[in-house]
């Protein structure tokens, strides 16, 4: 399974890559959602994890280019800092399949990677 991580923050991504590679998962990884969206362009990929905060294209716009452009939809699970309800619900009306607020534990990421990937 292919998944793309959107994060900005070095040490976060490397630590979500680390979590993912250790569980078996094939690992691309993008600094900002342009460099997301390139990925998506130009890689057979299964699911994508994204932070909000990021430069250029955000998580969220990002989550909504997934579900609006791009056949079959790819499950997209968020990984952000923002903790407010009103974030969550809306990322998950975009169409987000889930999401997990920062610090996060690695363990929980995976088993929702594994949820998310399961219904897909």
Do not use: W
């Amino acid at each position: 399974m292919n998944i793309l991580v959107c994060e900005d923050n070095v040490m976060t991504l490397r630590t979500i890559e680390f979590a993912l590679k250790k569980a078996g998962y094939a690992v691309f990884k993008a600094e900002d959602g342009d460099q997301g969206i390139r990925v998506l362009a130009e890689e057979e990929i299964d699911l994508v994890i994204t932070d909000i905060n990021m430069p250029y294209t955000k998580g969220l716009e990002l989550v909504r280019h997934i579900n609006t452009n791009l056949e079959p939809k790819i499950p997209v699970i968020v990984v952000s800092g923002i903790t407010n309800k009103e974030t969550k619900e809306h990322a998950l009306e975009l169409g987000a399949e889930g999401y997990m607020t920062k610090p996060f534990d690695l363990d929980a990421m995976v088993d929702m990677v594994k949820s998310v990937s399961a219904k897909n």
